[in-house]
């Protein structure tokens, strides 16, 4: 039997009294997730979307664990203490540090690996957001780049964002086009303004409410 007791929903098992707690999920990432160059926090990333989710109807708590210039080596050697005891569902947005750095994509793949890896040993269910190589670093690295994301998402079973970025592009930004992306970005080209935040989430939104119809009850 489930009530409302100053303003909280609890469920009345047997004697007991029992309070429903939200849904945490964790997001792992970078400068991207960590709101990095934004005068406001409360426009970062993971504030945003935690909005836009409860805006939605859900019980949700998003912890920010971005890191500016993580790269997936930095995610993975972290993503053991990130996850904890409370976490119910983890993002993965990693990826584009590596690409600034040219690092090599095995080895990005293979940290994704080991981040998937451990979040499949602790029964998380995971969402993990894509990077799109630049073609400045030739065709072989962008094809193997850009086609790890969605090879490791379904060697562990992972929903999967085709592009971080995709919300701008469906608001009729360029990615290949800085001038067309300028209105959405920050001073630094690489970085989204607060009204490049707002498309991202509204774009990466559904994904995550499809994250949360994974958490087990």
């Known amino acids: 039997m489930r009530g409302v007791r100053n303003g909280l929903t609890v469920t009345l098992l047997g004697s007991g009294l029992a309070l429903a707690e939200p849904v945490t999920v964790v997001a792992l990432g970078d400068s991207l997730t960590a709101g990095y ?23 949700v708590v998003v912890q920010n664990a971005g890191v500016s210039g993580d ?18 569902a983890l993002i993965v947005t990693l990826g584009g540090n590596d690409l600034l750095r040219g690092l090599d994509p095995a ?68 990615p290949t086009d800085p001038a067309s992306l300028a209105a959405y970005m920050q001073a630094d080209g690489l970085h989204p303004n607060p009204e490049g935040v707002k498309l ?10 499809d994250l949360l119809g994974k958490v087990a009850p």
Not at 127 to 134: D, E, G, N, S
Not at 200 to 209: D, F, Q, R, S, Y
């Open 71 to 88: 790269t997936t080596a930095g995610g993975l050697a972290r993503v053991g203490w990130a996850l904890g005891p409370e976490a119910d």
């Open 107 to 174: 080895a990005s793949r293979a940290n994704l690996d080991g981040i998937l890896k451990e979040a499949t040993a602790k029964g998380l269910p995971v969402l993990l957001v894509a990077m799109k190589a630049p073609g400045n670093f030739g065709p072989d690295y962008k094809v193997a780049f850009d086609g790890m994301y969605a090879d490791l998402s379904a060697q562990y079973g992972t929903l999967l964002a085709d592009d971080f970025f995709a919300g701008l592009v469906a608001a009729g930004a360029d």
């Open 200 to 209: 991202i989430v509204e774009a990466l939104g559904p994904k995550v409410e």
């Open 37 to 59: 160059g934004l005068e406001d926090p409360a426009t970062g990333l993971v504030p945003q979307l935690e909005g836009w989710l409860q805006a939605r109807g859900h019980d």
